[in-house]
């Protein structure tokens, strides 16, 4: 598989706060990359670089042949029929005056694309492919429920048949039974036309649904990447465990059963850089396993993600 | 309909045919619709729903919140033998804070913002009791300490901005258990905070209520969440109970439609699903213009299984099925056996 | 809070210079702009060539503007002697000039006239206070009672009806109105609180009254606007979920939230009265800052308009500065944020 998306070293500051601290990752073409973590820790920040609504501090973005992390926009116009993004909250990604079929019709207007069968067509093509009627063509966004308008924001997104689609949150604003809707609508979209997603989210069950590999952020960095099964079944990074353990499962017959590591406080906020590991004051690895020797390694030495092909981890003392 | 669930004699809790009115422009909203459920002494009871069931609304009924507005609360609320819907205010103010508290949803609104977490804690406990200020502060202390604050000597005199999202709800928790009441209303408590802390404060009300014996009636959105913590389960979709059951019971043996719909929608962190989750399509249905029949029947793939359409004509009673298992469905017990789908 | 507290008063100095640079600018240009005689605005009369050479030169007006600037504020400091070209005056520290028609240093007169501006500033501000913040949470708590359409309707009336008018029907009644309300008839005059505190206080509820209509009003709106957003917080819920009886909601935790806004605008609202009432001054003939400005104004007495204006604008900063410190003390967030 090629890798349609290569992102490498990528860092942002706001003001002397570092959100995203040197992040490193590769989508390829036709596969779901998750990453997930809890607030503060940049993945949403890393949505918006990646698809340049933000613009990095430092790093590289390699998309589908182009570094654009300096590209000017005008440069990134072309590039972005391939390079599209779903926003969490769709009634605030959408303009409310426009109607529905203003709103799908303007990716065509903007790149200048003349669908064959003319754009009223293809918009109503698009808006029965995610599942809105095409006779609701003239509503406004306030008319839809909050899953329509995920759709119609899905839609916006699909009009020019994308490479890659970043999902920031996609789902987290919806009640389940319409989020299973999306959810289901997303990867129907994806096995049809070959899509590519870079899936961000902090809802770690939605994530394994849908990904094949999966990247776990803490406070700026990635600290585990492995594909889906491996880092679902046998996460080694301690992060990684208490997120899983801490996620509740619908069934109390395992409550009981199930290993649960619980974290203590609440995940910091970004800063600036620190000395060695910045997971080490909540890790309970660092608290009850190790020795002083290995305690002293983590405090001053700033674990790498490694390079393993079955899955990367930072850490100095992961789990096998 | 008095002998549907549990005998009454047993709960701290019992609400009966609880209807809650909003009038607006457009018509009344009825949030709340006929709910009827127990709760019984040292249980905690989760209320699940989605946004627009009426879960939360429930909650703020039965500690009188919405007296202060236009909403029209009827039905029976009886907590310890009293009426809570009919007593006078004065006596609801006497049971607030110190045998029925509340934790809301997001702790940073709803402390005060100009006053020290400290204060706050101890003037919840002040109203009840008279002690003096040293002593309020004492005990305050104690119960910050208790939450998990660290340091709460010295954090009892810092403001709520100062603490972080989970230490905030801890405090939340504190101010409520302070008096301990004998039911806590704990209004989506780790919907605004991460899954990490979620588990902190989970298992902190879990192991309070073993403390001080308080009932806990946890309102959520989370299927996971009820199912970590609570002992009993009440389904609610569209202001009404459609499901109560022992949690172990509800998991393994759902008998309504919509429990199949919500179990199936959920993608699951500890196993893989197939590949499609099974939503329920549809939206739910508007409060202003109820269906006649079942509220659910719209969006429910099993009504044809029942004989004469009755589902769109004939509103279900809620029935109770064995081993304190209740269900709101014209299904017959044999059908729902059956026609139950494989979840996990 | 000292670095919060540090912060502001640097701030404050700031604008104190800027705001001293300007008015002096100000007072400079106009009578360039004008092609007046500058000896005539400095002296506030008429004069001889000579006698302008004379003022000129002591005035320095040939000097550069920095230097003349600087002359004007170490005049403030240290006192300095000024001419209107027939006698010598010595103007005694701190000096903010001269007014050669009264014959009397322009700080003297306004230190004469401050203590009026003050008692009728923060006698009807006090009133304000006490009815404008208790009508306004009144009607807050009783929203669409009998009371809240009423204060609705008197507030309405309050802020649209001018002071002038209020005023001037005020004086006619209380002094030649009916028998029964003719409780001035030797006029509403002005005593110093120092001779004669019941005179003062009899003279100055007129103007207060005055005063304080029109505020209340305003001050009423603004107190139940922002308490109704207030009871529907988060926080004023979670205070009935504890028990606490309705005076301790709406008075400890519902009041609390709506102090600071109230407190800022009051701030602002004094530092401005204190600069002059002008109207309510003028029309009860009370020897305040107001008049004292209208006064120089009609007669051309440039030092004294000058004076005031400093004098005004540095009341504004204080009040700016007092409404900061007291938000920090206020709001906890302010504290802590830098």
Redesign the interface.
Same mark, same amino acid.
């Given at each position: 598989m090629t890798d349609l998306l290569s992102v490498s070293d990528l860092r942002k500051d706001f003001g002397g706060v570092r959100a995203v601290d040197g992040v490193s990752f590769t989508v390829r073409a036709g596969e779901t990359l998750g990453l997930v973590g809890?607030?503060g820790c940049g993945k949403s920040t890393t949505a918006r670089l990646v698809t340049r609504l933000l613009e990095p501090t430092s790093g590289t973005v390699r998309f589908d042949g182009h570094e654009i992390s300096r590209y000017s926009e005008r440069r990134l116009r072309p590039l972005r029929r391939d390079l599209q993004i779903v926003f969490q909250d769709p009634i605030a990604s959408l303009n409310p005056r426009h109607t529905a079929g203003t709103i799908l019709a303007a990716p065509f207007k903007i790149q200048g694309v003349r669908p064959p069968g003319g754009q009223r067509a293809a918009v109503a093509d698009l808006m029965a492919r995610v599942g809105l009627n095409p006779e609701h063509y003239n509503r406004y966004p306030h008319e839809f429920?909050g @899953?329509q308008r995920q759709r119609l924001g899905i839609a916006r997104a699909l009009a020019l048949r994308p490479k890659l689609v970043v999902c920031d949150e996609p789902v987290s604003a919806l $009640?389940? *039974? =319409? %989020? &299973? %809707?999306v +959810?289901?609508l997303l990867?129907d979209l994806r096995d049809e036309y070959g899509l590519s997603y870079l899936f961000v989210a902090? $809802?770690? &069950?939605?994530v394994?649904?849908l990904s094949d590999r999966v990247a776990v952020m803490y406070l700026g960095r990635i600290v585990e990447l492995a594909d889906r099964?491996t880092l679902?079944a046998a996460p080694r990074h301690p992060y990684t465990k &208490? #997120? /899983? *353990? &801490? =996620?509740? +499962?619908?069934?109390?017959? #395992?409550?009981e059963r199930?290993e649960?590591v /619980? #974290?203590? @406080? $609440?995940?910091p906020a970004p800063g600036q850089a620190a000395v060695g590991c910045r997971f080490r004051s909540r890790c309970p690895r660092y608290r009850d396993d190790l020795d002083d020797t290995q305690r002293d390694r983590c405090a001053t030495e700033d674990p790498q993600l490694s390079d393993d092909p079955s899955g990367a981890v930072a850490c100095h003392f992961p789990s096998p | 309909m008095p002998a549907e669930t549990t005998l009454p004699g047993d709960s701290l809790l019992s609400v009966r045919d609880l209807r809650v009115q909003f009038p607006t422009d457009d018509g009344i909203v009825r949030s709340v619709d006929g709910l009827s459920f127990d709760v019984a002494p040292g249980e905690i009871v989760g209320v699940v729903g989605e946004s627009g069931s009426g879960k939360s609304v429930t909650g703020q009924a039965i500690l009188g919140l919405l007296r202060r507005t236009r909403a029209r609360v009827t039905g029976e609320i009886r907590f310890d033998g009293r009426d809570l819907v009919a007593a006078p205010e004065a006596e609801l103010r006497r049971l607030r804070g110190a045998e029925l508290a509340m934790v809301f949803q997001d702790p940073l609104s709803a402390l005060h913002p100009y006053y020290t977490v400290g204060s706050q804690v101890s003037e919840a406990y002040r109203v009840h009791n008279r002690v003096s200020k040293r002593a309020a502060r004492e005990r305050a202390t104690q119960m910050l300490d208790r939450v998990g604050i660290p340091e709460p000597h010295r954090r009892y005199d810092a403001y709520p901005h100062e603490f972080s999202g989970g230490m905030r709800q801890r405090v939340m928790i504190a101010m409520a258990l302070v008096c301990t009441p004998r039911l806590l209303i704990a209004d989506e408590p780790t919907t605004a905070l991460d899954v990490t802390v979620q588990a902190q404060i989970l298992e902190l009300l879990k192991d309070l209520r073993d403390e001080f014996g308080s009932a806990v009636l946890l309102v959520t959105h989370d299927l996971g969440v009820v199912a970590e913590t609570c002992d009993s389960v009440v389904v609610m979709y569209a202001g009404q109970c459609v499901e109560q059951a022992g949690v172990e019971d509800l998991f393994a043996r759902p008998q309504a439609p919509y429990t199949w719909g919500l179990l199936g929608s959920m993608p699951r962190v500890d196993q893989d699903r197939r590949d499609r989750l099974a939503p329920i399509g549809g939206q739910p249905p508007s409060l202003l213009a109820m269906p006649p029949g079942c509220a659910f029947e719209p969006r429910c793939g099993y009504h044809e299984e029942v004989p004469d359409g009755r589902c769109r004509t004939e509103r279900p009673a809620l029935v109770h099925s064995g081993d304190g298992h209740s269900v709101r469905c014209h299904l017959t017990t044999g059908q729902r056996l059956t026609l139950r789908p494989v979840t996990s | 809070m000292l670095r919060y507290l540090l912060g502001r008063i640097a701030g404050a100095l700031t604008v104190v210079v800027v705001v001293s640079v300007v008015t002096f600018a100000i007072f400079q240009l106009a009578p360039r702009l004008t092609g007046a005689n500058m000896a005539f605005y400095y002296t506030g009369k008429a004069t001889s060539e000579a006698q302008a050479a004379a003022v000129a030169q002591k005035f320095g007006f040939d000097k550069p503007l920095p230097e003349q600037y600087w002359t004007f504020m170490s005049g403030i400091v240290a006192g300095r002697d000024l001419s209107d070209g027939v006698t010598e005056v010595e103007c005694p520290a701190p000096c903010l000039g001269y007014s050669f028609r009264q014959n009397r240093p322009v700080l003297e007169m306004i230190g004469e006239a401050f203590p009026v501006t003050l008692g009728l500033t923060l006698g009807a501000a006090v009133l304000w206070l006490l009815f404008g913040v208790a009508a306004g949470v009144l009607s807050a708590v009783r929203r669409g009672s009998v009371f809240d359409r009423l204060a609705t309707v008197v507030s309405l009336i309050g802020v649209s009806v001018p002071e002038f008018f209020t005023g001037m029907l005020l004086i006619y009644l209380l002094t030649s109105g009916p028998a029964w309300l003719r409780l001035y008839p030797d006029g509403i005059n002005y005593v110093p609180l120092t001779e004669d505190p019941v005179g003062w206080f009899a003279a100055m509820v007129p103007p207060w009254i005055c005063l304080a209509l029109l505020f209340a009003a305003l001050y009423a709106r603004l107190t139940r606007a922002t308490m109704l957003e207030t009871m529907n917080e988060d926080y004023v819920r979670t205070a009935w979920a504890k028990g606490l009886p309705p005076r301790t909601v709406v008075g400890r935790h519902g009041l609390r939230a709506v102090l600071p806004p109230i407190v800022t605008l009051v701030g602002l609202d004094v530092g401005a009265l204190l600069g002059g009432v002008v109207l309510i001054e003028t029309l009860f003939s009370f020897p305040g800052l107001g008049r004292l400005a209208y006064r120089a104004i009609t007669s051309q007495d440039l030092p004294v308009i000058m004076g005031v204006t400093i004098v005004g604008a540095l009341l504004i900063v204080f009040a700016n500065l007092v409404v900061d410190l007291l938000y920090g003390v206020l709001d906890p967030r302010v504290r802590n944020a830098r």
């Open positions: 809890e607030s429920s @899953g $009640d389940a *039974s =319409v %989020q &299973a %809707q +959810v289901n990867a902090h $809802d770690m &069950a939605v394994r649904h099964d679902y &208490a #997120l /899983l *353990s &801490a =996620v509740p +499962v619908p069934d109390p017959a #395992l409550r199930r649960r /619980l #974290l203590r @406080g $609440d995940p | - | -």
